[in-house]
């Protein structure tokens, strides 16, 4: 039997409708999934194209139009379940990897200040500049260039009195964008501190101007943000404690400086030091996956000696002094805590400051790490520590700055390494250098012939 043209596309149109109608949702995405929860929100099925000779009269089309956008709205409600649930998912992770404790600041190893945050409310980040080139920072540089500035999240003080709110980006940073997972070292967000409370830390910084900061400079730029390149640990009278990557020869020749004593560094306060030398671990090289070992997973670990070229005199012991080794293991799930500079927002015709934070996290099991995407066994092995706040996003302290434990007397466990490239939560946790694993490299290192920068 032939059917009329007209009726046989319009029962062929029902079918179709009854068979889409039919299939689960996101069917497609579960089958092939993609790595960025936002884009399987994202992702819609193409519409069914319609043969070009259909016609309809006007009643139909009515209810056509009428039927197709009451299966976009059903498909947005399914969009924005699918976005939170991603979104979810991205921090919650596996919330039990770290047992609930109890918060108590009066023990805190660094205490908060109280005349720069009188609420006691964290800092929110609302801001994370960096220099969007999709790189590893403290890659190879062209002879005569300066590495690239740090990265400085822009962070926001609590309002007293105000009822507590949080920034779109604070709880949870926007997602990256193209490199946004690639691994490079950076900065953080917290409770701000006094440098009183944390004598221990060091700054790794360009003294001068440079004319390849130029155009930063033109759009605004300060130029302390732009010296500013890396965090430190003073454990020694004349020893500086960092990450690999924060410091090699090319920089002690182009004059790199170490600051200690300061807790705003835009307004040139500490005693700057000259870099007399230093000792790099000969076994790390600044290079990402597929390159095998020596790369930037392991060994991540440098000590800069430090010379008083400028007569400065002695220290104030309150303001400066040097922090010991923790000589144990750290279990998973101790209170450790970062620390670094942020900048804080341009409000009300005040220019931006510095501003030394600090974050409290979580040392996370090695095991637990590993099985986070982008991390793996070839990134994360026994010489590290993962560190992370569970159920929240946070930044993680300045590259090459030191991770203490958060309670009792302060003692260096870890050193900041990489991490993804933004301010990061549980599912991104940070990568630290395992103290405990290093330190006979260190004794060694601080005896070496000063002839050698490198040690194995």
């Not at 926001?156 to 964008?177: E, I, L, N, Y």
């Not at 830390?201 to 930063?216: D, G, H, L, V």
């Amino acid at each position: 039997m032939m059917l009329h043209p007209r009726i046989a596309s319009l029962a062929l149109a029902a079918l179709l409708l009854v068979v889409s109608t039919a299939l689960p949702s996101g069917q497609a995405r579960a089958e092939e999934p993609n790595p960025d929860p936002e884009l399987q929100a994202d992702d819609e099925p193409p519409s069914e194209e319609r043969p070009v000779d259909e016609v309809e009269d006007a009643d139909e089309e009515e209810e056509a139009d009428q039927s197709e956008e009451d299966d976009k709205a059903a498909d947005e409600g399914d969009t924005e379940g699918d976005t939170e649930d991603a979104d979810d998912g991205m921090d919650d992770f596996d919330d039990d990897w770290a047992a609930d404790v109890v918060v108590d600041a009066s023990d805190d190893a660094i205490p908060v200040d109280l005349e720069l945050n009188p609420t006691g409310a964290d800092w929110f980040v609302i801001e994370f500049e960096d220099d969007g080139d999709n790189q590893e920072e403290g890659g190879e540089q062209q002879q005569g260039d300066l590495p690239d500035s740090a990265d400085m999240p822009i962070v926001r003080r609590p309002v007293p009195g105000a009822r507590p709110s949080k920034p779109a980006q604070a709880s949870r940073p926007s997602r990256p964008g193209p490199g946004g997972n690639e691994d490079v070292p950076y900065s953080t967000g917290g409770k701000p501190v006094s440098v009183r409370a944390v004598p221990w830390q060091a700054q790794i910084y360009f003294p001068n101007e440079s004319s390849q900061w130029a155009a930063k400079i033109r759009a605004g730029t300060p130029v302390w943000q732009l010296q500013h390149f890396c965090g430190g640990a003073l454990i020694a009278d004349e020893w500086v404690l960092t990450a690999a990557h924060c410091i090699d020869e090319d920089m002690v020749k182009a004059g790199y400086r170490v600051r200690l004593g300061a807790t705003d560094i835009s307004k040139n306060e500490g005693l700057s030091y000259k870099i007399d030398r230093i000792v790099r671990h000969s076994q790390y090289q600044q290079k990402v996956l597929p390159a095998p070992p020596p790369n930037m997973y392991a060994n991540d670990i440098a000590l800069i000696r430090i010379v008083d070229d400028r007569n400065l005199g002695r220290r104030d012991p309150s303001i400066i002094h040097p922090i010991p080794l923790f000589e144990g293991k750290v279990p998973a799930g101790a209170e450790v805590t970062g620390t670094g500079w942020g900048k804080t927002e341009s409000v009300e015709g005040h220019v931006p400051s510095a501003v030394l934070m600090k974050v409290d996290l979580r040392a996370m099991d090695n095991t637990v790490c590993r099985m986070r995407p982008t991390y793996g066994p070839e990134r994360i092995g026994g010489s590290v520590i993962c560190a992370s706040h569970p159920q929240r996003s946070t930044c993680q302290g300045d590259s090459g700055g030191a991770l203490t434990f958060t309670n009792g007397a302060p003692k260096v466990v870890g050193i900041v390494s990489w991490g993804k490239k933004r301010c990061t939560g549980d599912g991104q946790p940070g990568v630290y250098t395992r103290v405990e694993n290093y330190l006979g490299w260190i004794k060694q290192a601080m005896q070496l012939d000063p002839s050698r920068n490198a040690l194995p």
